[in-house]
């Protein structure tokens, strides 16, 4: 089968990553990929699919769109390109919703319509599928998120002095950063360190990201804690098996890649209740879980810090629910989807 996805960036992030995953498990399973991008467009990771660059520097007329099976657009400014696009026959337009723009993104006049551009729907948690189905009438199929191999328990917290306690930072600079609630997380992350001064207070950023935000690097003479970039899944693994704790204050996530990816590591969750994320959160089973109107986010770690055994309860669990959410996994219900949608098999 041949397919088109016009996609605007691949940089760092879990959006970027549900596609390039996709993409590339499609090109490994001998499908012909296309990805449709603008000039502008960065690519930061590893892509097997053949990459065709567009005349405008951040958009992509519909005459560009190639001859191919299906169109899998996903997000709302390329929605509209790809319905016209697949009206003059270039393929089965179908939208993979990786964020669903109108309550998470301004214009909401705007990205709302886009809903109603095509009944052919992917979704990537339960949460999303409902909140879509309520405001639109379109009920999309779920295609869930998965986590690579490289993430892995390397058992090598226990073997450490200090108890660490990890997280993640975006650079504001971008915007769109609204939801991860990222002054409340160092709001309770500094109330835990002047509590537990030894604890070692661990802060991941993408090294571009980090490199190219004066915010972020503000932060490292503000805080004493410890500012980690790492470049890969394997040194972002190492760091996740460091982490006794891994804390997420996210209040709006269709789907939640890094907790996912903390819990395969061996590190016990923490987090606010972010929509998509209860797709495999339960909490006191695998993770502590909160709404942020509760304001408990530093009592949630410290009862962690005080209560090893259920530190250790709840990182077994959330290791073992992590173990099901495999990329196989996703490009299987991919296909389901499809099929489902067109009646055929790919």
């Known amino acids: ?12 992030g879990g959006a970027q990553r549900m596609l390039a995953e996709l993409v590339n498990g499609l090109v490994e399973r001998g499908h012909d990929v296309t990805i449709l991008m603008p000039r502008c467009g960065i690519i930061e990771y590893a ?14 007329d519909v005459d560009e769109f190639p001859q191919s099976d299906f169109i899998i657009s996903n997000y709302y400014t390329i929605v509209s390109g790809s319905q ?24 909401n006049d705007i990205t709302f319509r886009t809903y109603h551009l095509t009944r052919h729907l992917l979704v990537l948690s339960a949460w999303q599928q409902q909140l879509i189905a309520l405001n639109h009438g379109v009920m999309g199929h779920i295609v869930p998120v998965g ?27 971008w915007g769109h950063v609204w939801h991860r609630e990222q002054d409340y997380l160092l709001y309770h992350l500094q109330l835990i360190k002047e509590q537990y001064p030894d604890v070692s207070i661990n802060i991941f950023t993408p090294p571009y990201e980090y490199s190219t935000s004066p915010y972020l690097q503000s932060l490292k003479k503000q805080y004493d804690f410890r500012f980690l970039q790492p470049v890969d899944d394997k040194a972002m693994s190492r760091h996740y098996s460091e982490a006794h704790i891994f804390v997420s204050s996210s209040t709006y996530d269709t789907a939640q890649i890094p907790g996912l990816e903390a819990m395969r590591c061996g590190a016990a969750l923490v987090t606010t209740y972010a929509g998509g994320n209860m797709d495999y959160c339960r909490n006191g089973d695998n993770c502590l879980l909160s709404y942020r109107y509760e304001n408990n986010l530093s009592a949630n770690i410290r009862q962690l810090i005080e209560n090893p055994a259920l530190r250790k309860k709840l990182a077994a669990a959330g290791e073992e629910e992590a173990a099901k959410w495999t990329w196989k996994r996703s490009l299987d219900k991919f296909e389901d989807a499809l099929h489902a949608i067109t009646g055929k098999r790919i």
Request: proline content about 6%.
């Open 84 to 107: 016209v696009a697949s009206e003059q026959g270039k393929g089965v337009h179908i939208r993979l919703s990786l964020c669903y723009e109108p309550s998470f993104l301004p214009n």
């Open 47 to 60: 892509m097997k699919a053949r990459i065709i660059r567009t005349r405008q520097l951040d958009y992509i």
């Open 147 to 173: 986590i690579s191999p490289s993430f892995r328990n390397e058992h090598v917290r226990d073997r450490q002095s200090r108890l660490h306690i990890s997280a993640i930072l975006r650079r504001p600079e």
């Open 1 to 12: 089968m041949k397919f088109t996805f016009p996609i605007i960036t691949l940089s760092m």
